[in-house]
């Protein structure tokens, strides 16, 4: 039975009518949840046909999800941390001719190449990142972004040396209130040429941003120790400067070394927030391997990426993910405020306890992840599964096949 109802999930497909807006732009989202498209090898998104293959693996769900634009929509919680990183990096980062720093992009499509998410951002090829049990692939060639970072060559190659990205990202993975199959990033990228990094350093003329030496865990073997340091100390004051916006002023903030295939050296950046210590971000210097690539050689930067779930969480203490796909009234006009700023406390929609059911299935032989299931379980029960723990697990000795047992908890109220 499982495995019929996994064939039948893999098959599903929607069509998404959209409106063309521009090349590698995002377009208005108009059927959320649409009908299947009619039987055959390809499934129809954003306008594009892409033909199905063994790759293929995106669920009704998933799809359906697809061009809500979350981060897009207005006084949606999402949308207010978006505008609030926008109205620092404005406000605090200008060029001479008065424009903003950094140019703004949250409409570009989902849909990208493995080359992009992966091979551009100098992820092995046999890195684990890569699996298609994490991953969601409309076929070999195309998949949903795993992460912002997909479009920061296409963005560099294109000449830009400081821009923000916010956009839906989709991630196979399990259920419980601080996951979801799709969730929503911001990050920046800011590049430096020799004069800029240099200005006002005493002697800087004399300074340089490149040499050939050893790789080491503090630098790059092309980064000379007087660049990185200077890189490192604007990022993570930039970095100081936009969390003392976003939760004020007294933050303890602490550095933890950390390894991203893309950064060298690289940072998580954790808080003490309420007397918990959290990890809000992550980042580093950019990788010069990546920087070149993209034709961008004389020049040395930094990046950082964020959740923007994660932050609405802890700043309107939000307890649940799925609650930001709700379209109930009760949550939506608690985050409709004159002030972006303006501090928010979520009430609850709910006072009903979950409800619980435990299932056991056969699970088939081959082929088979847990986030299969996952996502069988989410297009079938939808947002009202809460959690999904697994229980118990049996082989049977003779023919090898297994049975598990999972509890799934239900909300009692749709919220």
């Known amino acids: 039975m499982l495995c019929s109802a996994l064939r039948r999930v893999a098959r599903a497909g929607?069509?998404?009518?959209?409106?063309?807006?521009?090349?590698?732009r995002g377009h208005e989202h108009q059927a959320p949840g649409a009908g299947?498209?009619?039987?055959?090898?390809?499934?129809?998104l954003l306008g594009r046909t892409y033909p199905r293959d063994g790759h293929s693996n995106l669920s009704r769900k998933v799809l359906s999800c697809v061009g809500r634009n979350l981060h897009n929509q207005r006084h949606h919680p999402l949308w207010l941390i978006k505008e609030r990183v926008k109205?620092?990096?404005?406000?605090?980062?200008?060029r001479r001719s008065g424009a903003p720093l950094f140019s703004v992009y949250d409409d570009l499509s989902p849909v990208v190449t493995p080359w992009q998410n992966f091979d551009s951002l100098l992820v092995p090829a046999g890195h684990p990142s890569r699996k298609k049990g994490d991953n969601y692939y409309l076929n070999e060639s195309h998949m949903l972004r795993a992460h912002t970072s997909a479009h920061q060559w296409d963005l560099m190659r294109a000449g830009?040396?400081?821009f923000l990205v916010a956009g839906d990202v989709y991630r196979r993975d399990q259920i419980d209130a601080q996951h979801y199959p799709v969730f929503h990033q911001l990050e920046a990228v800011r590049l430096f040429s020799r004069h800029q990094l240099f200005a006002g350093v005493k002697d800087g003329e004399n300074l340089q941003l490149f040499e050939q030496s050893s790789r080491s865990a503090h630098k790059q073997e092309t980064h000379t120790m007087e660049a990185m340091k200077l890189v490192e100390f604007d990022l993570k004051q930039t970095l100081t400067r936009l969390v003392t916006?976003?939760?004020?002023?007294g933050l303890d903030i602490r550095w933890v070394d950390c390894y991203f295939p893309f950064t060298h050296p690289s940072f998580e950046m954790e808080i003490n927030f309420h007397g918990e210590w959290l990890e809000v971000l992550g980042c580093g210097v950019m990788e010069q391997q990546l920087v070149n690539s993209a034709g961008a050689e004389d020049r040395i930067g930094w990046a950082f990426g964020l959740g923007l779930e994660r932050?609405?969480?802890?700043?309107?203490?939000?307890?649940?993910?799925?609650?930001?796909?709700?379209?109930?009234?009760?949550?939506?006009?608690?985050?409709r405020v004159s002030d972006i700023n303006q501090q928010v406390k979520f009430q609850p929609l709910s006072k009903y306890p979950a409800v619980i059911n435990d299932i056991s299935f056969w699970l088939p032989r081959e082929n088979?992840?847990?986030?299969?299931?996952?996502?069988?379980v989410r297009t079938v029960g939808g947002d009202l599964v809460e959690k999904v723990d697994l229980i118990?697990?049996?082989?049977?000795p003779k023919c090898g096949s297994c049975c598990i047992s999972t509890e799934q908890h239900r909300s009692s109220e749709r919220r």
Request: one cysteine or more; aromatic letters at 16%.
């Open 14 to 24: 929607v069509t998404l009518v959209r409106k063309a807006s521009g090349l590698g």
């Open 160 to 162: 830009l040396d400081a």
């Open 245 to 249: 916006h976003l939760f004020g002023d």
């Open 36 to 44: 299947p498209t009619a039987p055959g090898d390809t499934v129809e």
């Open 392 to 396: 118990d697990k049996f082989e049977h």
């Open 368 to 376: 088979y992840t847990e986030n299969d299931f996952y996502d069988l």
């Open 87 to 94: 109205e620092h990096f404005c406000r605090h980062y200008g």
């Open 311 to 335: 932050l609405a969480m802890v700043l309107y203490d939000i307890p649940d993910i799925r609650l930001f796909w709700s379209q109930d009234e009760r949550f939506l006009k608690q985050f």
